[in-house]
């Protein structure tokens, strides 16, 4: 239970700064990645195997795919933030909070654009919608 809450604090950290500056703070998405990456070699994190650990940054480098062919539409910080996700709680429960934070935005940025409080060009970050999926999902 506290690699989940290390995650949510990492994910917390990246959120607030994210909200503020619409930028995510590579220096702790990537202390983050190298935390899940020694825990995952001592074992700590559930070892499903190596593939599966390979497997988990999946989400993560769609994004990055995503964010080269949108031009940064959809910035290279939400997949190392994905991949940061993936490695501390694998592939399944990425692709879960992924899916939470895609909905909840959706429905949120719907509503706004409905009562005309944003533009269709406006920048919506998208950390605090991975942070509130894997609270979401830690609570599952």
Same mark, same amino acid.
Not at 59 to 75: N, Q, Y
């Given at each position: 239970?506290?690699?989940?809450?290390?995650?949510?604090?990492?994910?917390?950290?990246?959120?607030?700064?994210?909200?503020?500056?619409?930028?995510?703070?590579?220096?702790?998405?990537?202390?983050?990645?190298?935390?899940?990456?020694?825990?995952?070699?001592?074992?700590? @994190?559930?070892?499903? *195997?190596?593939?599966?650990?390979?497997?988990? #940054? /999946?989400?993560?480098? %769609?994004?990055?795919? =995503? &964010?080269?062919?949108?031009?940064?539409?959809?910035?290279?910080?939400?997949?190392?933030?994905?991949?940061?996700?993936?490695?501390?709680?694998?592939?399944?429960?990425?692709?879960? @909070?992924?899916?939470? *934070?895609?909905?909840?935005?959706?429905?949120? #940025? /719907?509503?706004?654009? %409905?009562?005309?409080? =944003? &533009?269709?060009?406006?920048?919506?970050?998208?950390?605090?919608?991975?942070?509130?999926?894997?609270?979401?999902?830690?609570?599952?």
């Amino acid at each position: 239970m506290w690699i989940e809450i290390v995650l949510f604090l990492l994910l917390g950290i990246c959120a607030v700064i994210d909200g503020i500056k619409r930028e995510i703070p590579v220096a702790i998405v990537w202390l983050g990645i190298i935390m899940a990456g020694i825990l995952r070699l001592q074992g700590t @994190i559930d070892g499903e *195997g190596f593939l599966m650990a390979v497997l988990s #940054v /999946l989400p993560g480098a %769609a994004f990055w795919l =995503i &964010s080269f062919v949108t031009r940064e539409k959809v910035g290279y910080g939400d997949g190392w933030a994905l991949i940061m996700i993936g490695l501390f709680v694998g592939m399944w429960r990425c692709f879960l @909070i992924l899916l939470i *934070g895609l909905v909840t935005e959706s429905v949120i #940025v /719907l509503i706004l654009l %409905a009562i005309q409080r =944003i &533009s269709r060009d406006c920048r919506i970050p998208f950390v605090p919608f991975l942070l509130f999926g894997t609270g979401v999902a830690l609570c599952l």
